[in-house]
């Protein structure tokens, strides 16, 4: 058997049993142990000390459907790169935060985010399918913040007191890791809202576990009187299958504009190759290319790091390869500015 057909094979499994499970299934059923991922993925033992090290200080956690879009055998795989944990994870390099983001600072309360004007950014849910590596959430599980009744009233007040506010951005943690019940509730309150216009979801669940873009969520965004955009998260094209193709066609039926914002890092996706196959693929499913965001520096997380000299670099080499609609925004998170920032030289 050639290598392609060993591929087409092992791609076949999964699709036949991703039709059977649901996304609940799925996100309750995420590989925790490095032990079995390192035995499914056919990895040297030799990762496996790192591996139990890192995921001491953040867990490891990789739901299937994601699983399986790693090639075998290979520790250099780029998504594998995203969830394996290393020993490099317990460096401690200046510089490197628990809390790159300040996020547990004034802004940050009951849930509520609102740093930028006209848009509001709500903490749903704590949750996530997978644990990323280079996330600042290995710090803030936020697992606890799942918001209550009461906050969820004193958010819709803060907002309805607010005439300047037009954007809810619903984000996590993983919002879309709440269910659709709870979605659709919290979506008719802000309805209620006059002023609010558009509703922005921030997810990395659509790519992780395409089957959580069930009927029910498409038919409220459908429904819902607000101009909808979702925000995807993924870093390189071999994130991105036919099946992100179909659950992106079915938001666009729901009139969803669906975009991405990937994190430059190194060993993932830092050459212009990967980057420029990253945006054309994004495209090829009718995703557009929003932001390029450079790693937040967080503790156990500086190896992937990529600096702003290369990430200039790759930027400009990207500028020359693609067209204007398919180049994403490089820019990184500065706590307390009133918008991201814009890598410059
Ligand atoms: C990133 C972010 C937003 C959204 O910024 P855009 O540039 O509009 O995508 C809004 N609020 C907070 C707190 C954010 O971190
Ligand atoms: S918040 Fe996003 S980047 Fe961070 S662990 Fe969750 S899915 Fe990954």
Known sequence: MNSFQKTAKINKIPHQSDKNATWQQLLSHTINSPQALIERLELPNSFLQGALDGANEFALKVPEPYLEKIKKGDPADPLLRQ?????????????????????????????????????????????????????????????????????????????????????????????????????????????????????????????????????????????????????????????????????VAELKQANVTVLNQAVLLKGVNDSVETLQQLSETLFHYGILPYYLFTLDPVQGAAHFNVSDDTALDLFEQLQNLLPGYLLPKLAREVPAKGSKTLLKR
């Open 83 to 247: 969830i394996l944990p290393l020993d490099a994870e317990l460096d401690t390099i200046p510089g490197y935060v628990t809390d790159p983001l300040a996020e547990m600072g004034a802004n940050h309360r009951d849930g509520l985010i609102h740093k930028y004007k006209g848009r509001v950014l709500l903490i749903i849910s704590g949750a996530c399918a997978i644990n990323c590596r280079y996330c600042f959430r290995r710090h803030f599980p936020y697992q606890e913040n799942r918001l209550g009744p009461d906050q969820w009233q004193g958010i819709l007040d803060y907002l309805t007191a607010d005439p300047s506010i037009s954007e809810v951005i619903f984000s996590g943690g993983d919002p879309l890791a709440t269910s659709d019940e709870r979605l659709i509730r919290m979506i008719k309150d802000l309805e209620a809202i006059p002023q609010l216009k558009r509703l922005r979801i921030h997810t990395r669940l659509p790519i992780v576990i395409p089957q959580r873009i069930t009927t029910a969520l498409t038919s409220i965004l459908k429904a819902c009187r607000f101009n909808t955009v979702m925000v995807l998260h993924a870093n390189h094209p071999n994130e991105l299958d036919a099946q992100t193709g179909a659950v």
